[in-house]
Nanobody
């Protein structure tokens, strides 16, 4: 089970840090992927970190603004979101799949999902 936290409402240019915590297992050898779904749009991958090979991946629109990291216990992954824009408004989900490296995953490839956390960027 995955549990996201850290969502909220911010003004454009603001920052948020999302957390994805594992319950009942660790992220060792997993790839953790953040997805987001804006109203009326398909869910899209945003970022990824892999504990299999240390790779990371970012969707083009968030490169240079978002970073992803994990704790040493391999139980929590963080996505730091800076310079937020209104178009970043969405429900953000974390998901996990074992023995994967990072790339632009299809959501069907992921084994575990969190419940989602709302991020709203508005003035």
């Amino acid at each position: 089970q995955l549990v996201e936290s850290g969502g909220g409402s911010v003004q454009p240019g603001g920052s948020l840090r999302l957390s994805c915590a594992a319950s009942g297992f660790t992220f060792d050898h997993y790839a953790i992927v953040w997805f987001r779904q804006a109203p009326g749009k398909d869910r899209e991958g945003v970022s990824c970190i892999s504990y299999s090979d240390g790779s990371t991946w970012f969707e083009d629109s968030v490169k240079g603004r978002f970073t992803i990291s994990g704790d040493n216990a391999k139980t929590t992954v963080f996505m730091q979101m800076n310079s937020l824009k209104p178009e970043d408004t969405a429900v953000y989900y974390c998901a996990a799949v074992g023995l994967h490296v990072c790339y632009d995953h299809d959501e069907d490839e992921l084994d575990y999902w969190g419940q989602g956390t709302q991020v709203t960027v508005s003035s």
